[in-house]
């Protein structure tokens, strides 16, 4: 059994509650019908009832009836949700008659359902972009008490078994930050090794990756990857982490013992940390298109409750793996 089949397989256990609020997307829809099938999440889809019921016939997903669906336009809560906006948006003016016009958008419409209880998680982004699915979710549901800085790491399935935990790397921050401090950029790094040791059950081994090995290259983007390392170290003292390392010093081990002899990640890095957005984005991209790799995310980290954004060239299969890590984000939570 691997990976992906053990995070469904303990998602069925507890059953979250997981909104899509992207139901006028096929692929949404097909995804919602596997894990219906599976059963390892309950679905809640926000849309109308009548165009999801003949999308559901016209496409034969037989177990689609099984998702609550709720019409953004006119459902039992509308105005419960619009009351809650405007006590969670007083201070910036909201008004009643904002309110109501917002619980109408399925992605406002998401948050505020986690927000009031009523679901566990959201996962979106296949046919909305990344500032639209965060937009609401950091109005409503916020960030963790302390959580300075939000991040999302990819979970990336390798061919060659021989790389990071048997083929599997997590990635960040490659969907949110696009220049974060040192100190973002260390809390960005404990972040992933938790999400790799609470999601995947695998130790984390740090990587901070730049175009430097241990002062190798001298530049102010250096600089701030070695700052981050040494402010992470002191965060989580008992997690492996190195840097800065350039990535064939990360991942190889013969490399590793010429470039950094006495790192304690010894070329068997398993969460690369990337100096910035522009690089980590690219990155995640031509490893999945190139290398045949499999791109599971991004998983957004410090978030009060699990809302996870895809890429919009997202499959079906993406949707259901990452409504699977959704729900075990949820349990932990």
Known sequence: MNLL????????????????????????????????????????????????????????????????????????????????????????????????KLVEDPLYLAALIIKSGDADGEVAGAANTTGDVLRPAFQIVKTLPGISVVSGAFFMFVNNKTHGEEGLLLFADCAVNPNPTAPQLAEIAVATGRTASAIAGIEPRVAMLSFSTKGSAKHEMVTKVAEATAIAKKMAPDMKIDGELQADAALIEVVANKKSPNSPIGGQANVLVFPSLEVGNIAYKLVERLGDAVAVGPILQGMAAPINDLSRGCSVEDIVNLVAITANQAQIK
């Open 5 to 100: 089949q053990k995070i469904r397989q303990n998602a069925i256990l507890n059953q979250m509650r997981i909104v899509l609020p992207e139901a006028f997307d096929e692929r949404t829809l097909k995804a919602a019908n596997i894990i219906l099938k599976e059963g390892f999440a309950k679905i809640i889809l926000t849309g109308s009832p009548t165009k999801i019921e003949a999308d559901a016939k016209r496409l034969k997903l037989e177990y689609l009836h099984k998702a609550l669906i709720i019409n953004p336009k006119e459902h039992t809560k509308k105005n419960e949700y619009a009351k809650l906006l405007v006590e969670i948006r007083k201070k910036k003016g909201m008004t009643m008659e904002q309110a109501l």
